[in-house]
């Protein structure tokens, strides 16, 4: 996982560096990283530089004069001026000054663009000349090498301003937000997130990576066996619903449990011919999940009362969600949409899109309980504050019973023993990975049907390391 910090944690960051070792050159190592990244994506041909007044224009001078050894390198001060050491060292290096007209004709040629005009010190939007720049960019289809952030962005959140869209952005030190929630983060291409010596702040907020979902995966040992590995129940479906039952089903069986057994009121035959390890029979459970196509069904407040009874942790979803208890079994895990959340807060729709990961971490301490609030971005947050954001998956995810799989996938982790915060960001991960590496649109149960192959590939490498 790493840390997300915003402009301020990072400027923070950065003034202690400076105030403990005086003269640190750190734009110098971010340049470094610049132009390792940039030889990779264009190893030859011309590099059109767009500058702006600040330290980020700063660093891409510097990468400019380093690129400038072997490659022709067009500078264009985007807003009219420049760092100035850095346009010095550009000068001498023999990168060519060059004005909006002609950086807009050598697009052309160019095998590459490196966007430095704005960083953590910019203000959200392009000014209009610079937003016909990012047209031609985008029209020719010319490589975008993002410093710090695509221009235009806001640091600080996912919003969709203008702005440049980079095939790859290098950022210092840690992930902002604007890299990995919202619209804002599918702007940034790849992220490389470099070490220039400046220490990561403690926030608490984070982002989960495949790699923590290939190490965090529960498998299990020469020993185990369907007890140890956990069962989830599933009260999921109605008659009404049917097809919920089967969705938890589809996510609960491919996310690898010792046994599922089915618990709810959708009809026992649709369940077991469909899914035949399915057990109908009531036993031990180490986890329950409940809620998901519930509809309206008369005797939910007693299902509840029944699976609280059990003592496990719980996962509850949908109709679930509106008769929350004041005590949660501990390692209970909610996972609201936007709506549902906003409903349990007892506030406006608008309200949660304004602030997802605010009212993820207000629910998630107001109910004791790790709340996954589902959408583009999934936060998962817990009730001593932390907020992890699950990796990100392709936008045809969000479609009628994808939230009734991804329920039954948590039920089955937290049945193998995870913390719910684990269960939440390895179920909404894997959700995403999968959708990712198995281009669709597929319906969310033939999705879930591709989890083996995926589960199986991320533990694999895991071991491998
Ligand atoms: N943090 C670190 O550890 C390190 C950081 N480093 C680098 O420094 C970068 C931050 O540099 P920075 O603080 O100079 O801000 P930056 O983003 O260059 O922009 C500020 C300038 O832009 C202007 N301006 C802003 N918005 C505008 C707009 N919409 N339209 C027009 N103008 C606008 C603004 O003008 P003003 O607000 O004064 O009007 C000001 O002149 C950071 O992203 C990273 O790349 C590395 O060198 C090494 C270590
Ligand atoms: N834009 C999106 N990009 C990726 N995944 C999404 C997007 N929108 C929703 N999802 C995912 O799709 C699922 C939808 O869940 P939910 O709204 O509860 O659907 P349902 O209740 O019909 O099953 C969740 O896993 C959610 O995170
Ligand atoms: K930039």
């Keep these: 996982m790493r840390t997300v910090a915003t402009a301020s944690h ?100 160019a095998s590459l663009v490196i966007d430095a005009v ?75 997130v470099v070490d220039i010596g400046v220490p990561v702040p403690d926030t608490g907020v984070f982002v989960a990576e495949e790699s923590d979902v290939a190490r965090w995966w529960p498998v299990p040992g020469p020993d185990s066996h369907k007890y140890t590995r956990g ?22 069986l491919h996310a690898g449990p010792g046994m599922v057994r089915y618990l709810g009121g959708a009809p026992q035959g649709l369940v077991v011919s469909r899914f035949p390890s399915v057990v109908m029979a009531d036993g031990r459970v180490q986890a329950m999940v409940l809620g998901s196509g519930w509809g309206d069904l008369e005797d939910a407040a007693e299902r509840l009362a029944g699976a609280l009874s059990r003592g496990v942790p719980l996962v509850l979803d949908a109709d679930a969600l509106s008769l929350l208890p004041a005590d949660l079994p501990p390692g209970s895990l909610l996972t609201p949409h936007a709506g549902e959340l906003a409903r349990m807060l007892g506030v406006q729709r608008h309200e949660v899109d304004a602030d997802p990961m605010g009212k993820a971490r207000e629910a998630a301490s107001r109910f004791g309980a790790t709340v996954l609030l589902k959408g583009g971005t999934q936060y998962v947050a817990t009730p001593s504050g932390t907020v992890t954001i699950a990796v990100r998956g392709p936008a045809w995810t969000g479609q009628a019973g994808s939230g009734d799989t991804l329920a039954g996938a948590c039920g089955t982790l937290l049945a193998a023993g995870l913390e719910a915060d684990r269960a939440a960001i390895l179920g909404a991960s894997l959700q995403a990975i999968t959708a990712s590496r198995h281009p669709g649109p597929h319906p969310p149960d033939v999705l879930a049907s591709f989890f083996p192959d995926v589960i199986a590939d991320l533990v694999d490498v895991a071991d491998l390391r």
């Excluded at 009260?235 to 009404?240: K, L």
Aim: proline content about 6%; charged content about 20%.
């Design 10 to 109: 990072l400027r923070a960051a950065e003034e202690k560096v400076f105030s403990e070792q005086p003269g640190v050159d750190l734009m110098s190592r971010a340049a470094d990283a610049i132009v390792s990244v940039a030889r990779v994506i264009a190893p030859s041909g011309p590099v059109v530089v767009a500058v702006g007044p600040g330290n980020n224009g700063g660093d891409g001078l510097y990468a400019a004069a380093a690129l400038a050894g072997d490659r022709d390198v067009l500078v264009w001060l985007a807003m009219g001026t420049g760092h100035e050491a850095g346009l010095h060292a550009a000068d001498e290096a023999g990168c060519r000054q060059v004005d909006a007209a002609e950086a807009t004709e050598s697009l052309t040629d």
């Design 231 to 252: 069962v989830v129940g599933l009260d999921t479906g109605s008659s009404h619903y049917p097809g919920a039952a089967l969705l938890g089903c589809a996510g609960a």
């Design 118 to 192: 704005l960083g953590i010190g910019g203000r959200a939007g392009l000014p209009e000349h610079l937003a016909m720049f990012v047209d031609a960019v985008d029209a020719l289809g010319v490589p975008v090498l993002a410093v710090d952030l695509p221009s235009g962005l806001d640091t600080d959140s996912g919003a969709a301003h203008p702005s440049f869209r980079a095939d790859c952005t290098v950022t210092f030190a840690a992930p902002k937000p604007c890299h990995v929630v919202g619209e804002a983060s599918e702007r940034c291409g790849d992220l490389v």
